[in-house]
């Protein structure tokens, strides 16, 4: 069993950053693939950025692309989503997931969920 701690979600204004983290414990967490899913208000849970095990491979949905970064930090058992130049599109809860298969399966279907931090863009 994996466990999923997000943090850092707040209100911003828009232009402005946050980053997000996500604190894993339980299975090996440098064996797990990571990732963000978010859900805008009244809308479906999306894709957002996902890393693979070793952090050689990221993936990165087009609508954040080149203004969000995921990375990972083995030593703290920790995966971070810098979030630059928001939106008020980006509002969303944003969610830590883990797979323990691909970046590629976590993007479509995660093994793991957290319990989600809210996101809230003023425009």
């Known amino acids: 069993q994996v466990q999923l701690v997000e943090s850092g979600g707040g209100l911003v204004q828009a232009g402005g950053s946050l980053r997000l983290s996500c604190a894993v414990s339980g299975r090996t967490f440098s064996r797990y693939a990571m990732g963000w899913f978010r859900q805008p208000p009244g809308k479906e849970r999306e894709f957002v950025a996902a890393?693979?095990?070793?952090?050689?491979?990221?993936s990165t949905a087009d609508s954040v692309k080149g203004r969000f970064t995921i990375s990972r930090d083995s030593a703290k058992n920790t995966v971070y989503l810098q979030m630059n130049s928001l939106k008020p599109e980006d509002t969303a809860v944003y969610y830590c997931?883990?797979?323990?298969?691909?970046?590629?399966?976590?993007?479509?279907?995660?093994?793991?969920w957290g319990q989600g931090t809210q996101v809230t863009v003023s425009s």
């Open positions: 997931v883990a797979d323990a298969r691909s970046v590629a399966t976590l993007a479509r279907s995660p093994n793991y």
């Open positions: 890393i693979s095990w070793s952090g050689g491979s990221t």
